[in-house]
């Protein structure tokens, strides 16, 4: 209700403010090339979201998936000792992870969600490994950030991917730091 409330605000108030200044011819031009401009680049973007996935399901197809996957396994296993018992869970942990690597976040998701109704299943003790996987979807390490490259060619840049090096440092020092918090309230909360 609070949201809905919001956003009625905020289109009936610059209409307001619009009409009492005078300027409701020009805000409507405005608001109608702004509308253009929006689903614009929402095609763009829906563009470069459906490339990403298909390059997922490349390497799925191929087999590549299946082997980033195995690598997954060993690190996941020691991170989730619960979740890695149920094979089910262990293969969306890794779908899951393999995804967020690849940047594909959308992708990420119905993975995610099956990991934690897997993890759900396990009850009270796997609470801390629930947590765990919210903090991996959270600050996921991304290897190539297809959907930030994707809204930055949408947005014109001319080298989508130049901004690789922030990115891997970035989404690095986010996952040392959710990782490294969630073990210190492991400690602290038991």
Same mark, same amino acid.
């Given at each position: 209700?609070?949201?809905?409330?919001?956003?009625? $605000?905020?289109? /009936?108030?610059?209409?307001? +403010? @619009?009409?009492?200044? &005078?300027?409701? %011819? #020009?805000? =409507?031009? !405005?608001? *109608?090339?702004?509308?253009?401009?929006?689903?614009?680049?929402?095609?763009?973007?829906?563009?470069?979201?459906?490339?990403?996935?298909?390059?997922?399901?490349?390497?799925?197809?191929?087999?590549?998936?299946?082997?980033?996957?195995?690598?997954?396994?060993?690190?996941?296993?020691?991170?989730?000792?619960?979740?890695?018992?149920?094979a089910?869970?262990?293969?969306?942990?890794?779908?899951?992870?393999? $995804?967020?690597? /690849?940047?594909?976040?959308? +992708? @990420?998701?119905?993975? &995610?969600?099956? %990991? #934690?109704? =897997?993890? !759900?299943? *396990?009850?009270?003790?796997?609470?801390?490994?629930?947590?765990?996987?919210?903090?991996?979807?959270?600050?996921?390490?991304?290897?190539?950030?297809?959907?930030?490259?994707?809204?930055?060619?949408?947005?014109?840049?001319?080298?989508?991917f130049?901004?690789?090096?922030?990115?891997?440092?970035?989404?690095?020092?986010?996952?040392?730091?959710?990782?490294g918090?969630?073990?210190?309230?492991?400690?602290?909360?038991?």
């Amino acid at each position: 209700m609070r949201m809905t409330v919001l956003l009625l $605000a905020l289109y /009936l108030l610059p209409a307001w +403010a @619009a009409l009492l200044s &005078g300027q409701a %011819a #020009a805000a =409507g031009a !405005a608001m *109608l090339a702004g509308a253009g401009e929006a689903v614009r680049f929402s095609l763009e973007l829906t563009g470069g979201i459906c490339l990403w996935s298909a390059v997922l399901e490349l390497l799925e197809r191929c087999g590549l998936a299946r082997r980033l996957a195995s690598l997954l396994r060993p690190p996941l296993a020691r991170l989730f000792p619960r979740g890695s018992r149920d094979a089910g869970t262990l293969q969306a942990l890794t779908e899951n992870v393999s $995804a967020n690597l /690849l940047g594909l976040g959308n +992708a @990420a998701t119905p993975a &995610g969600i099956r %990991a #934690a109704k =897997g993890l !759900a299943r *396990l009850g009270e003790p796997a609470r801390d490994e629930l947590c765990l996987l919210v903090v991996l979807n959270t600050a996921s390490l991304q290897l190539l950030p297809a959907a930030i490259a994707s809204l930055r060619a949408a947005a014109g840049a001319a080298a989508a991917f130049d901004i690789l090096p922030a990115v891997w440092f970035s989404t690095l020092c986010s996952l040392a730091a959710g990782l490294g918090s969630a073990a210190l309230l492991r400690r602290i909360w038991p």
